[in-house]
């Protein structure tokens, strides 16, 4: 079975703060994905990656930063917190995104729900 | 991609079949049909996916219409852990995100 795991289930930190992220999968997938989930807006996609060292911008990009040194992990980075990024955030990864249709399967993990104050 | 339509909620009673309904009437030949399913607090769940066949694994059957513009999950015989947030997601072979509605929040009762 293909595990995704964050780093944090609660995260509690103060407005300002440097915040990092952590995201692991254990599948050799190559795509990583960090979403945001809020109630009435289901899920935005913040950045993704599609190889080591490489990242795109998704829908909501600004206040956030991305790295990916090794296929595996996958860090979201908040570089001052504020409360209006309180929220849920989930890591996704596939194996592609082109080719065989199963390469598109997003598995995810359980989420990191972060409170600013 | 191409939109859906999912009603907000339903109820099912426990050990009956669930069926979930979802319109995509806008969807294109390359567009595949997927679902998943979020369980309180915790990340989204894939559970099949589709073209134009019915298809069926562990979890579900998924019955697409022959004009594909709508399809039905189908939970066998739903129990508790089953309750959960389904959504139906229509997206082609390419592309980097899954676009996630509001899904309908399934209530399995004993």
């Known amino acids: 079975d293909v595990k995704v795991t964050q780093s944090s289930r609660y995260l509690v930190k103060r407005t300002g703060e440097k915040v990092f992220l952590e995201c692991v999968q254990d599948?050799?997938?190559?795509?990583m994905f960090w979403y945001r989930q809020d109630p009435g807006l289901g899920l935005r996609l913040i950045y993704f990656?599609?190889?080591?060292?490489?990242?795109e911008k998704g829908d909501i990009p600004e206040g956030y930063s991305v790295s990916r040194e090794k296929k595996e992990r996958f860090s979201l980075i908040l570089e001052s917190a504020s409360t209006n990024q309180t929220s849920m955030y989930l890591c996704a990864s596939s194996l592609g995104t082109s080719g065989l249709l199963a390469k598109n399967i997003q598995y995810f993990g359980a989420g990191t729900r972060l409170s600013v104050l | 991609d191409a939109k859906t339509t999912q009603p907000p909620s339903m109820d099912c009673a426990e050990g009956r079949a669930a069926n979930l309904p979802c319109n995509h009437s806008t969807i294109s030949g390359n567009e595949y049909v997927y679902w998943y399913r979020q369980i309180h607090s915790q990340g989204p769940q894939y559970i099949i996916h589709?073209?134009?066949n019915n298809e069926t694994n562990e979890m579900a059957s998924l019955i697409i219409t022959e004009d594909r513009k709508s399809s039905t999950l189908i939970l066998p015989h739903a129990t508790l852990r089953d309750t959960a947030v389904y959504y139906c997601i229509v997206r082609g072979n390419t592309g980097n995100q899954f676009y996630f509605g509001t899904g309908t929040s399934l209530t399995v009762i004993p």
């Open positions: 990656s599609y190889d080591v060292k490489m990242k």
């Open positions: 589709g073209l134009k």
């Open positions: 599948m050799d997938h190559e795509n």
